[in-house]
């Protein structure tokens, strides 16, 4: 695991002495939120041990790039819904059903983007449900921008206080931690649309 570390620190020194590198880990960021289902944290948590003065810039460019995409995704879920909406209807369960799940993610929406802000689903579901439901934009930002953040900002913080240590505790801890917290959001979840 050294040796890979000090590999990737030596490709990210390279790349850091491009004027090219902040941009690119924006693009890296922009793509990961709508496309690739790789998570970020395979780029940042070893970029911000080889360059630990620039941990919280990097973590603000990938957070950046992360809204910059949500508000791609809120807007095709919008367009999808006024396109297509009488086709997707039916697999709500109809108009009705429909219209009941729009009224509980408007009550509830912002916890629920939040969660998915800071757990390792992938956050095109929250970007396209709220588009879709004609989720208030700003408090759709406004949960992106906290969870996103908590999930950039936290990680800058865990390579602050860990160190060489943060790679090794993000492998170990980032999938059952992630599946406890989308477990515990699922049961959160259920339990609002059955109430």
Request: proline share 5%; net charge positive.
């Amino acid at each position: 695991m050294l040796r890979s570390l000090t590999s990737a620190r030596r490709w990210l020194s390279h790349l850091s002495a491009s004027r090219h590198a902040l941009w690119l880990l924006g693009l890296a960021s922009v793509l990961e939120t709508l496309l690739v289902p790789i998570p970020i944290e395979v780029i940042l948590i070893p970029w911000m041990l080889a360059e630990p003065q620039r941990r919280w810039r990097l973590a603000g460019v990938a957070l950046a790039g992360n809204l910059f995409s949500a508000l791609i995704g809120y807007g095709l879920g919008s367009l999808a819904m006024s396109q297509w909406g009488d086709a997707l209807l039916p697999l709500f369960g109809g108009e009705a059903a429909y219209q009941a799940f729009q009224a509980r993610f408007l009550d509830n929406g912002f916890m629920a983007i939040l969660a998915v802000g800071v757990i390792p689903i992938p956050f095109q579901t929250a970007m396209l449900v709220a588009g879709a439901s004609h989720y208030p934009l700003p408090l759709f930002l406004l949960a992106a921008l906290i969870g996103r953040g908590l999930r950039y900002f936290g990680l800058a913080l865990l390579v602050a206080l860990a160190g060489e240590a943060a790679l090794g505790l993000w492998k170990r801890h980032a999938r059952p931690l992630g599946a406890g917290l989308t477990v515990m959001a699922g049961f959160w979840l259920a339990w609002e649309l059955v109430s």
